[in-house]
């Protein structure tokens, strides 16, 4: 069986790997580039904390010694389903399976002013343009004499409050503390401001009231201005225009603020979904078609690695003739800031909106002994639970290792478990994960470490 994965992300990859030396599969593997991009850790290329080699992983070596997988790196441009053919720019494919893992890229929403000045970071290259402009910036800043012109290249700007905007910043605001004044001692970087843009009235707004709270309140910890309901119009490389008619003078916007799906010419338009993804089923395969599956960014949110990679194998599976199909319901989440914010399944918002009955447990750090003699007692673990059944629907965490702890609730939604079941779970002491089954106990009233309060709707 012929099959051609377009995209070396981490569906496209993880589903090569999964076939990889597999009997009776021939692959090819096409990508622009012949190196996998590892794009958590862009941030830290950008801010000069990382080498791109560090991020770079060439896919020759992870496939030396596969006898079934061919690497091709070239653009792919085509496909034409009803011929199973595939055109790229170096050369046409048939397949019997297709699966498009082209990901997404940044958009501007045809604003070419924008697209012109600001920077965007969806690519290794794209981080080292901006790591090279944010240090061309201080080395220029050095022997600048106007104020107005040294303060617009202190001054940065990202666009997009959302998880990449909100790490960005934090990012950015760290290598203000710790890194810059080393490098550049005389230049006062009280004078460094950093802000942070967003369109609608908070950031992370697409996740539960209390992230947005919380990715607030660690952008002010971190002195980043943020800016809401804060529409930009236009950049021309030195000011920032807002609809409302505010401006920022600033040499440096990086572009956080929208994605859009690569899709390839020949995906009819009656398949293509807002955001420019394509419309999938639970087999990731495209609606209608036999032998296309669509997998990660181009298949729709969450826009997440590991969900990418989970894809990856369903189709892998799907090919193979297993039965697998992908479930977003434990699809967990986390924002790396400081501390972590995680959450996976329903928040308490979806289980309004979806008129779920639901019970909440709730257990705060500060109650927790571990968190106590580490000193980082911000934050609280919350589940959430089918009123009539206990079974556990949502958790989230916010603290330190939220993103680390979230997978026993996880794994909790995965088994269809109830609150009791964790409850029941007899957790390692003293441990932060113990606090998963003392929010649990407190959904039972049964907490031990606090006063029991029950909330349910
Ligand atoms: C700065 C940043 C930080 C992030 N942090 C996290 C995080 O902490 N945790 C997390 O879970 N997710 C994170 N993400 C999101 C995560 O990286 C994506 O969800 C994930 O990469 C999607 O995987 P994918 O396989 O769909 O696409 P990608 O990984 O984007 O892979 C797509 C591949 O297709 C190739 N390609 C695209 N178009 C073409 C074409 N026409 N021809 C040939 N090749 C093409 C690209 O070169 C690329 O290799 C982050 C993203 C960014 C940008």
New binding site residues.
């Given amino acids: 069986m012929k099959i051609v994965i377009?995209?070396?992300?981490?569906?496209?990859?993880k589903l090569a790997r999964k076939l990889n030396n597999k009997k009776g599969f021939e692959i090819v593997l096409?990508?622009?580039?012949n190196h996998?991009?590892f794009?958590?850790l862009?941030?830290q290329v950008a801010t000069a904390g990382l080498d791109a080699s560090n991020i770079s992983f060439p896919l020759r070596k992870v496939f030396q010694k596969s006898r079934n997988v061919k690497i091709r790196m070239?653009?792919?441009?085509q496909v034409i389903p009803d011929e199973n053919r595939i055109i790229?720019s170096t050369e046409e494919l048939t397949y019997d399976a297709l699966v498009l893992?082209?990901?997404?890229?940044t958009n501007f929403f045809n604003n070419e002013q924008l697209s012109g000045h600001a920077i965007p970071?969806?690519?290794t290259i794209e981080a080292l343009q901006l790591r090279n402009r944010i240090l061309r910036n201080f080395e220029e800043a050095l022997t600048i004499q106007d104020e107005n012109a040294l303060q617009q290249r202190m001054n940065i700007v990202v666009v997009g409050g959302g998880?990449?905007g909100v790490?960005?910043s934090g990012a950015i605001a760290e290598m203000k503390k710790y890194v810059l004044p080393k490098d550049y001692p005389e230049l006062d970087f009280s004078k460094m401001k950093i802000y942070l843009l967003e369109g609608s009235g908070k950031t992370l707004a697409s996740m539960s009231e209390r992230s947005s709270a919380q990715s607030a309140g660690y952008l002010e910890k971190m002195s980043v201005e943020l800016l809401t309901d804060a529409l930009v119009q236009g950049y021309d490389g030195k000011t920032v225009r807002l609809a409302d008619g505010r401006t920022i003078e600033s040499s440096l916007v990086i572009w956080?603020a929208g994605i859009k799906g690569?899709i390839?010419a020949g995906i009819d338009k009656s398949l293509i979904a807002r955001g420019n993804r394509i419309i999938v089923d639970r087999y990731c395969k495209i609606q209608g078609t036999g032998n296309i599956y669509v997998?990660?960014?181009?298949a729709g949110p969450p826009?997440?690695?590991?969900?990418?990679s989970k894809e990856?194998i369903v189709a892998a599976e799907a090919i193979s003739g297993l039965s697998s199909e992908y479930d977003v319901r434990g699809m967990p989440?986390?924002i790396?800031t400081d501390p972590e914010i995680a959450m996976v399944g329903l928040t308490e918002e979806d289980a309004k909106a979806k008129n779920i009955e639901y019970e909440i447990g709730k257990f705060p750090f500060a109650a927790s002994g571990r968190a106590l003699s580490a000193l980082s007692t911000e934050g609280f673990v919350k589940l959430i639970s089918e009123k009539s059944t206990g079974i556990v629907l949502g958790g989230h965490i916010i603290g330190e290792h939220a993103s680390e702890m979230i997978s026993e609730i996880t794994l909790a939604i995965e088994m269809g478990a109830t609150i009791e079941d964790l409850a029941l779970t007899v957790h390692p002491h003293p441990t932060l994960s113990e606090s998963i089954m003392e929010a649990a106990e407190a959904t039972l009233g049964k907490a031990i470490h606090m006063v029991n309060k029950k909330t349910h709707q």
């Fill in positions: 377009a995209g070396a992300g981490f569906g496209g990859l096409i990508d622009r580039f996998h991009q794009q958590p862009f941030y070239a653009e792919v441009l790229t893992a082209l990901g997404a890229d970071m969806k690519s998880p990449t790490e960005l956080a690569n390839p997998i990660g960014d181009l826009l997440l690695a590991h969900k990418a990856g989440g986390a790396f």
